[in-house]
């Protein structure tokens, strides 16, 4: 067995936070989970329906990858992507930086995972993987579904093979935290802004402010517009309150980002950002129970209320990216 050493093999909420935490981590940059998911700007929405889908989907993060890239940008760090559509070249690159001691990441189908409890295909997963013998994977997923887990090689070989939305060929990358790091602290301004702005002016009306208050007009026709509103409504409303986020489509993430930045930065306007999203963590909290009670009662007067705490919250998050965008002017880092 070839194990990579050092390694803290610790699940958190979110999977690409996860596997980004074990690979600086290894490195000796520890940075929590929501500092993490905040200055790689990870915060979005995307309102999200198709033909061949049984219910809309609701998004509350940027696509995935996005984030990694972005948090390699602002703090510098060298960041190697390989892709491939030769498994057996797709294999070479994961064991290469393994058996020279460094853990790897890996975006893939999670479905195909022995360990993986929802059986739903979704290409943007992403692991740490750490080792590997003649039969298994040793892998870092969220703590929900068990942290420092293992998976058979021809289950991984699936995975990483698989095509759909949001897959990519057989992604590995690794990170290198550079001699001279920047603080991180001097990336908070440029993050908060650079996320606020694209939440503010989105390019189409999914997306964004615009994606949100566009849901909640149109959340109130899913009884009509599901498959089985029974089985895909609290369906739905689970991936938004237990889909790795944290709960709140990644609001309560967001929410501790702000926090811990306020310990560092000296804003009014962080401030004010932080208890907006506060707020807005507990509403989206809210809507997940309302459109589950419409799936289980059938009852539309749920998705009416859903529409208006949508609403709200359309108003809320907007009002807290206004505040944040501020930023910039302020230069208190």
């Known amino acids: 067995m070839t194990t990579v050493k050092g390694v803290d093999a610790r699940g958190t909420r979110h999977c690409e936070t996860t596997a980004l935490g074990v690979l600086l981590r290894h490195q000796g940059l520890d940075l929590s989970e929501p500092m993490l998911f905040g200055l790689g700007s990870g915060l979005s929405f995307i309102y999200w329906d198709s033909k061949n889908m049984a219910c809309p989907f609701l998004g509350g993060r940027v696509k995935p990858f996005e984030l990694t890239r972005n948090l390699a940008a602002g703090l510098g760090l060298d960041l190697v992507v ?7 070249k797709a294999w070479a ?8 001691g460094r853990p790897v990441g890996l975006q893939l189908d999670s479905c195909h995972l022995d360990y993986f409890g929802s059986k739903v295909h979704f290409g943007g997963h992403v692991v740490a993987m750490y080792g590997y013998d003649d039969h298994h994977a040793h892998l870092v997923d969220t703590d929900q579904q068990g942290g420092a887990v293992t998976t058979s090689l021809s289950s991984l070989a699936l995975a990483r093979a698989a095509r759909g939305p949001m897959s990519a060929k057989h992604r590995s990358f690794t990170l290198t935290v550079p001699a001279n790091l920047p603080s991180p602290a001097r990336q908070i301004v440029p993050a908060i802004t650079a996320c606020a702005a694209a939440f503010l002016d989105p390019p189409i009306a999914n997306l964004g402010h615009r994606g949100i208050e566009k849901a909640g007009k149109l959340v109130r026709t899913w009884l009509r517009r599901a498959e089985d509103p029974r089985r895909d409504l609290p369906q ?30 000296d804003s009014g306007h962080l401030r004010t950002g932080h208890a907006l999203y506060a707020e807005a963590a507990t509403l989206w909290t809210e809507t997940a129970a309302l459109i589950t009670r ?3 009662t059938g009852d539309e007067r749920h998705l009416v209320q859903a529409g208006t705490v949508l609403g709200d919250l359309a108003r809320v998050e907007r009002e807290a990216m206004r505040a944040l965008s501020r930023l910039g002017s302020e230069r208190e880092v």
């Open 236 to 265: 739905a409303a689970l991936l938004m309150e237990r889909a790795g986020t944290g709960g709140a489509l990644f609001r309560n993430l967001y929410r501790d980002f702000l926090a811990e930045c306020a310990q560092l930065v």
């Open 93 to 100: 690159d994961v064991v290469a930086p393994i058996d020279a």
């Open 82 to 88: 390989r892709e491939t559509t030769s498994a057996r």
């Open 294 to 296: 419409a799936g289980e």
